[in-house]
T-cell receptor, first 113, second 113 residues
């Protein structure tokens, strides 16, 4: 099973709202990733967790706050977003950060009004 | 110059055609090469990955890597309308905890009846 699940599938939020995106994998992978993808662009890396510790933060604004409660779960907390943050947010996982075969979830389509 | 170059297309072919998708790269440290397929509004799906120069075949798909020319290809035989999607090449250098994927911009493929 190479499945990464993400909830919700769609999210509409105002600029003053607080919401969270959730990601889960049961493949025993120890590295998990958040990406942002705009239309007709490739995914852009935001954060990497390796063995439940934040390994890479690609200078993402603080209105995005990642959390890794355990090795199977990854959250992305959203607060005070801007309309330009509207995008497809993708979660991925890999066996560990040294193994580059990443498996992606279906994504959460976020619209910020 | 981008580290990974990929023609964005769109590429339109008739059903049954052989499709050739290509990426070039400039970073000689890249060692791992992947192809992802992404349907509209969905997450990327891993199609092929390879760590060495040469060919790797999986059903109708063949991945080819030429490290000396810094060139990778994905061939699709007997293309089907269901192959219509955006194809992303991705690659990385094995640098341990700092390793991450570098994507091409994606090629949009349309297979027509």
């Amino acid at each position: 099973d190479t499945e990464v699940t993400q909830t919700p599938k769609h999210l509409v939020m105002g600029m003053t709202n607080k919401k969270s995106l959730k990601c889960e994998q049961h493949m025993g992978h120890r590295a998990m990733y958040w990406y942002k993808q705009k239309a007709k662009k490739p995914p852009e890396l935001m954060f990497v967790y390796s063995y439940e510790k934040l390994s890479i933060n690609e200078s993402v604004p603080s209105r995005f706050s990642p959390e890794c409660p355990n090795s199977s779960l990854l959250n992305l907390h959203l607060h005070a977003l801007q309309p330009e943050d509207s995008a497809l947010y993708l979660c991925a996982s890999s066996q560990d950060q040294g193994r580059e075969t990443q498996y992606f979830g279906p994504g959460t389509r976020l619209l910020v009004l | 110059q981008k580290e990974v170059e990929q023609d964005p297309g769109p590429l339109s072919v008739p059903e049954g055609a052989i499709v050739s998708l290509n990426c070039t790269y400039s970073n000689s440290a890249f060692q791992y090469f992947m192809w992802y397929r992404q349907y509209s509004r969905k997450g990327p799906e891993l199609l092929m990955y390879t760590y060495s120069s040469g060919n790797k075949e999986d059903g109708r798909f063949t991945a080819q890597v030429d490290k000396s020319s810094k060139y990778i290809s994905l061939f699709i035989r007997d293309s089907q309308p269901s192959d219509s999607a955006t194809y992303l090449c991705a690659m990385s250098a094995h640098t341990g905890t700092a390793s991450k994927l570098t994507f091409g911009t994606g090629t949009r493929l349309q297979v027509t009846l």
